[in-house]
């Protein structure tokens, strides 16, 4: 009987340790019907159960940032508040206000000790920098232009594309350092505006992928790739890429940095001629300024999991996803029945038809890791990593 309730007592020690722990659970957003509330909850990312308590942002949330050390996250919502969340515990550390007069955040990022972000405001961009755990504004900056979406974050700051009204000009780039100073940089190598020339209208626009370890940007534009010093504002041309066909009349595009000296983009060329053409999916070799088209027929790619992402929708009853390698080599092909479109949260894919939930996807593999959800089951907004803007 002793030998029995000895292997008794040692069974109730081991089992509860061979039991799997419970999966971690992340933070998101729950959208109420029109404008008037987005809410923060716990979600298994699997099965997407909530728990926890529930924390009101007073409006749709727009961009978001985590803390270096992941313990607070930064929500930007409508309108023009800074909510800051202890996602430990759960609970607001501060409000604050980050504009005055309309306008939507349009990005924030967490710089070492302070919050910065950009208000895209009826008079222009507007940078505002916070002192997040005090909840008071340090700096507020007017400039005089757009945010034009193609941004990249530094540890200690933001860089983003500077637009204009109206009009074609040199493309500006715009540094904000952690205090929320900023700093200009003007690059007459490249154009960017909408504006009716001869009778037609012309639209430039180069995108945009930061280096934050050699604290460089690239800026994408036509025929060429024109770098800039984030440190001390140079600019730096060496000429069109030779695998890069000359663009006569306007061009769009839209970058990412991908690490390792390599940089993917899209976009489109316009010329008189031949209209709109894509360029397709490209992956350029900063240093040894080459460019390499991966998809020809990409006019989006996401950068997620640790592939690039090419969707095509050729009707709605079925959306197909390729995945590609950094190295450019395709690693899987989906055709999803019934989908619409596919959000990515981190390493995960949902695979969502309208607002609703069909399955979850690794996207690393392309592997279907669930399915089966409830009717009504909505696609989530998963706080995995920071928010593009």
């Keep these: 009987m002793k030998l029995l309730a000895a292997a008794l007592a040692v069974a109730a020690l081991v089992l509860p340790a061979a039991q799997a722990a419970p999966r971690p659970t992340v933070p998101g957003l729950v959208y109420t019907p029109g404008y008037g509330n987005s809410i923060v909850v716990r979600y298994d990312p699997m099965t997407l159960v909530r728990s926890g308590p529930r924390i009101r942002l007073g409006g749709n949330a727009s961009s978001w940032s985590w803390s270096p050390g992941r313990r607070y996250l930064a929500i930007a919502s409508a309108p023009q508040r800074l909510t800051v969340v202890d996602v430990q515990r759960m609970r607001v550390t501060a409000r604050v206000r980050l504009a005055p007069g309309g306008g939507v955040t349009r990005a924030v990022t967490w710089a070492r000790d302070r919050v910065l972000a950009v208000i895209e405001t009826p008079s222009g961009a507007v940078v505002t920098a916070v002192d997040p755990l005090a909840g008071r504004v340090v700096r507020r900056t007017r400039l005089s232009g757009t945010f034009d979406f193609e941004l990249g974050r530094l540890p200690d700051g933001l860089v983003f594309l500077l637009g204009t009204r109206d009009r074609i000009a040199p493309a500006r780039i715009v540094v904000v350092g952690r205090e929320g100073r900023t700093r200009v940089a003007i690059v007459p190598q490249l154009l960017i505006g909408l504006a009716r020339r001869a009778g037609r209208l012309e639209q430039r626009r180069p995108g945009v992928a930061v280096d934050p370890l050699s604290r460089t940007a690239y800026l994408v534009g036509g025929d060429r790739i024109v770098t800039v010093d984030l440190d001390t504002l140079a600019v730096s041309d060496s000429g069109p ?29 316009w010329d008189s001629s031949n209209g709109w053409a894509r360029t397709g999916l490209r992956i350029v070799d900063v240093r040894k300024r080459t460019a390499r088209v991966v998809d020809r027929g990409a006019s989006s790619f996401t950068v997620s999991g640790g592939r690039l992402l090419v969707e095509s929708a050729p009707s709605r009853r079925v959306l197909g996803v390729t995945a590609y390698g950094f190295d450019g080599v395709e690693r899987y092909r989906l055709e999803l029945l019934g989908a619409t479109w596919l959000k990515k949260q981190g390493s995960l894919g949902y695979v969502c038809r309208d607002a609703f939930l069909r399955s979850v996807l690794d996207l690393l593999t392309g592997r279907t890791l669930g399915s089966g959800f409830a009717a009504g089951t909505r696609c989530p907004t998963l706080l995995v990593d920071d928010s593009r803007g």
Excluded: C, I, M
């Design 241 to 269: 890429l030779r695998t890069l066909a000359k663009v006569v009349a306007g061009s769009v595009r839209s970058a990412r940095w991908l690490g390792d000296g390599l940089l993917a983009f899209v976009g489109t060329n």
